[in-house]
């Protein structure tokens, strides 16, 4: 049984990662997620995009793709600052976490 609380901090960050490196979409980063063993239904996952958004980490916008219009993300200044933070935080845990 996974926990989707443990976790839902570790998917925020991997958006957030995804997103500094090059736009994302909601289906996108759904199979990318996957690929890492997370099973999020768009359901879970957009609440989750529009939060990052809502606190200013990701800014949207409509890019039309073979005809339709999708909603794009990418990292803001302000994600990308939050990220640089998360990841000494992260190290420092991992480092925790796999001391032998």
């Known amino acids: 049984m996974v926990d989707r609380d443990l976790y839902a901090g570790l998917i925020r960050l991997h958006i957030l990662h995804h997103a500094a490196e090059h736009p994302i979409f909601g289906l996108g ?7 890492h063993g997370y099973a999020l239904s768009p359901g879970t996952l957009y609440p989750v995009l529009h939060g990052l958004e809502s ?6 916008s409509r890019k039309a793709v073979a005809g339709r219009m999708r909603r794009v993300y990418r990292a ?12 000494v935080k992260v190290r420092e845990l991992f480092g925790e976490l796999f001391e032998e």
């Not at 980063?29 to 690929?35: F, G």
């Not at 606190?55 to 949207?60: A, E, M, N, P, Q």
Request: aromatic share 4%; glycine share 12%.
């Open 29 to 35: 980063i759904i199979s990318d997620l996957t690929r």
């Open 55 to 60: 606190k200013g980490y990701l800014r949207s």
């Open 76 to 87: 803001t200044p302000q994600g990308r600052r939050a990220l640089g933070d998360a990841k």
